[in-house]
Structures are given as C-alpha cells and as structure tokens.
C-alpha cells in the first residue's frame, strides 16, 4: 500500500477538490461560476450555439440583475469582439453540450447560465485537475520514488494557490493551464523518449490548446529542445534529432495550427484580420518589469501567498546536479517567463496569490521534487524538521 501513497494522495486532492465545490455550491450564486475573465472565457458558447450572436449585436439581452452575463468590448468599426481566446471556451465545450441536454430534457431554462451549465463548468475544473493530477504523477514518477512524489503533489495542490483556483475561482484559467502544460511536458518527454506517433499528436494538441488559453505559454515550446541539453554540442544532436523526425515535428505544429484555426476564423470574421490584438490600450512594458513586486510586494505577492514555493527555488539550483536534464530549461524557462509576466501592466493579475505563476508550476514541480527528494535523503532531525515545515 505505502507503494502506492501517491495514488492515494492524488485521490484525496480530488476528493478535496470536490467536497469544498459542493460546500461552496458557487453554482447557487449569481455569477458565482462565470464571473470576472470567465465571462469572457465562456461567451463563445452560448453566443455560437444558442443565440447564434457571434458579433454580439444584441448585446442586451445578455444583462442581467445590473450586470451582463458575458463580456464583450468595442472596435473602431462598430462591431463588438470578445476580448479573450477561445481555448478556454474549446475546454468547456464538451460540458457545455452535456449540460445544454440536461437543460432541455429538465424545467432548467436552455439559455446557457442556468443551473446546469453552472454545475457542469465547475465539473470541468475537476476533470482537468484529474488530468493534471495523473500526468504530474507519471512525470515524477520518472524520476524519483513514490514518497516523494506523494509530497510533492501535497505541497503543489494543496500548499499553494493553485488549489483556490480549483475550488473557489474554479473555472478561471490557470488551473487547466496546469493541466494542460504538465501534458505537453509528459508528451514532450515521452517523444524524445521513444519517438512514437501517438506523443507528437498529444504534444500538437496539448500544446495548441496551451497557447490557446493563454498565448504567452508560447515560451514552453522551446522546452523540448532544451530537455536533456547541457552542451552546444548536444543542443545540435538535439536539432539533428529533430530533423531526422520532421514528419512528427510537423505533425506537433500543424496539430496546434489547427487548435488555433477557429480563432484566426474568429477574428477574420469580426475585424477583418487573421491575428489580432484583442487586448487593446494594455500592454507589457519590458523596459520596466515589476519582478520584486510580483513575486514579494503585498498586493497580491506571489511567493507572500504561497511561500512553500521558495522551496522550489532552492530546488531549481539543486538540479544541476541531482536532475541535469531539466536544469537548462528550469534556469532559462522559469526567469524568462517571470519576467514576461511581470512586465504586463497589471502585475499584480488580481485574484489570489498573482495567479500567473500558477503556470510555472509544472516546471516547479520537478524542482520542488528535486528539494523533498534532497530532505528526505537527511538524517532525521532535519527530515522531520523540513516536512514540518512544508
């Protein structure tokens, strides 16, 4: 049985997951669901398969109890666009359509934001966290015992943020980013493994619906090239490799193309342009990054609200020696995207805890794998002293 701890620690986030879901019943709340960015996230549905609206022409039909229902902005040329991607929406879309038919066979209105459709997008947070949850598992697993996977897996879901994002703000973004990014970096690794077909649609899809969610995630493509590399010398195997396989690498690229297609649809039907910045007047501004901040001010500090992840720092530098083939990616991906994240204008991202660290975190796994793995090789003194602490 204690060779299968983790199994039952996975099991138990879940089921913590869930039992603080019913507790809340957010679902009974008006926008207790789809609320702030989800109206945004969420709008593509019912305005394509209910109100058939998509340049959402009647925009008030959709206000309700001195508030609207979805959010939607402006373009210079009178026609109204939804400000966010879509890969959320693509996420919920099979919730969605399951709870549209309980609405229709029920006395629920079929109107998308009854109660059904609010259940159902909260169950969909729980089905990524599953998701993530098993793939995170599987990729320590590869490298370090079940112990210490078990405890990584309390520290990530149950230590940090991350677990208010599936629980109280359950259908926001970042916790299916979790999830979707721990499988493009399984699928990565499982490819560069075996160089089977099956990982490089499982990274092309992954990783579409990555960018999708939040464009900026971007930057983790680069993570296949630098997995294993520590030298010039084999960052050219690496690219050699790479050539050697030019129909899988294909395939990952022309797969997240596709994932991607309906938003340059989307976008060419509303302004007229395959790309587009929907994120008019806000900016990054790279010249003036606000990294202290994000990561230690007060409003909305990162490592102030989820402080067990200085260990993951400190495990970003132990694996230069103790996990080498994520050592380049970890000291290269990791400062990179905190710098990116902190030159956008609103640093602090609002929410609990600045939330766009939340999609570090499958890379911080690994080095807070790397930092247990190193306490639990201690004497006990400081063994138990260290797991008090975490």
């Known amino acids: 049985m204690l060779k299968k701890i983790s199994v039952f620690v996975a099991l138990f986030i879940i089921l913590a997951a869930f039992s603080v879901q019913l507790k809340e019943k957010r679902w ?6 789809v609320q702030g960015d989800v109206k945004g996230y969420y709008a593509y549905l019912p305005l394509f398969f209910i109100y058939n609206d998509i340049k959402i022409q009647y925009y008030e039909q959709y206000s309700y109890k001195n508030s609207y229902r979805i959010w939607c902005a402006e373009l210079p ?30 006395d629920y209105p079929a109107d998308g934001f009854s109660l059904p459709y609010q259940v159902m997008l909260a169950m969909s947070s729980l089905f990524l966290l599953a998701l993530g949850i098993f793939f995170l598992r599987k990729l320590l697993r590869m490298y370090f015992n079940d112990l210490t996977v078990a405890l990584t897996l309390l520290v990530i879901y149950l230590g940090t943020n991350l677990f208010y994002y599936y629980t109280q703000r359950m259908s926001v973004s970042h916790g299916y980013s979790f999830a979707l990014i721990t499988v493009f970096l399984y699928a990565s690794i499982m490819w ?13 899809i992954s990783g579409g619906l990555m960018v999708l969610v939040r464009p900026v995630d971007l930057l983790f493509f680069i993570f296949p090239l630098l997995y294993g590399v520590h030298s010039w010398r084999l960052l050219r195997e690496r690219f050699k490799l790479l050539g050697t396989h030019r129909l899988h690498v294909t395939i990952v690229f022309l797969l997240s193309f596709l994932v991607i297609l309906p938003q340059l649809i989307y976008w060419n039907h509303i302004t007229g342009r395959l790309v587009f910045d929907s994120y008019t007047n806000e900016h990054f501004y790279f010249l003036k990054p606000n990294i202290f901040r994000a990561m230690f001010s007060y409003r909305n500090g990162w490592l102030v609200y989820s402080p067990v992840m200085v260990f993951s720092i400190v495990g970003i530098f132990q694996s230069r020696r103790q996990l080498p083939q994520y050592f380049t990616s970890l000291v290269l991906i990791v400062p990179v995207y905190i710098y990116v994240i902190a030159s956008w204008w609103c640093w602090w991202y609002v929410g609990f805890g600045n ?18 793995a190193y306490i639990l090789r201690k004497g006990k003194a400081i063994k138990l002293t260290s797991l008090i602490v975490l």
Do not use: C, E, Q
């Open 77 to 106: 040329n009178g026609n109204r666009r939804i400000k966010y991607t879509m890969g959320m929406a693509m996420l919920y879309a099979p919730f969605f359509l399951i709870a549209h038919i309980l609405a229709n066979i029920t």
């Open 355 to 372: 939330r766009a660290f939340i999609n570090l975190y499958p890379f911080l796994s690994i080095a807070t794998a790397v930092f247990v």
């Open 28 to 33: 009974n709340t008006d926008f207790g669901v």
């Open 192 to 204: 560069l493994k075996n160089h089977k077909l099956k990982w490089a649609v499982v990274s092309g």
